[in-house]
């Protein structure tokens, strides 16, 4: 489908505000990380800690199994259809986002302090920061499930969101990470949705 009047414009100052917001992170990655270590607690550590693992590509893609199954026995297209799509959304975000950590190799907070700033392709361990995955997985996830479910975007996204804040508080990113991430989960939440929605209707 071609695109309409005026959708080319649109695009490009999306685009252009979405890589503002990210230059302008970058500015603030340490001062937001200074004030999540000032609010940090042993007991909400152990919290974000569970929230974070949840967020997992490994657990998001057991959960999307959990409901295309749940779908089957109940027969309910829709719960199938989610898991599926989901499922999906959830893996390829991850890949996109493994060649973006590698490419960029960005280090860690805690590696940044002890080693300084670097940046380009690696497979070392610990400079894998960007963008993060657990955010790209789960944007992803709630994006698939808000198009399914739209009454309920709210609580899909603010589990996104939840799940994205553990990863700076447990200081293993930085916020720019988290809304790369986001971005990259969103963007392959559409793809996957609009391609098997294309595939299903035909």
Known sequence: MLLGRGDGGRHVLLSFLLLAGLILLF???QPIRNV???ISTDQFLNIMGITSDIGSWVYLSIIALAILGFGHTRNEKKLKIAGKYGLYAVVSSRLIVEILKHLFGRPRPALFDSEGFRIGPTFTSGYDAFP???AGSSFAFAYILSKLFPKKGYIFYGGAIIISFSRV???VHYASDIYAGGIVGIIS?????KYLETKRIT
Do not use: Q
Not at 189 to 193: P, S
């Open 36 to 38: 999540t270590s000032m």
């Open 27 to 29: 500015f603030l990655d």
């Open 189 to 193: 939440g559409m793809v996957v949705y």
């Open 169 to 171: 508080y447990l200081d």
């Open 132 to 134: 993060s995955g657990h």
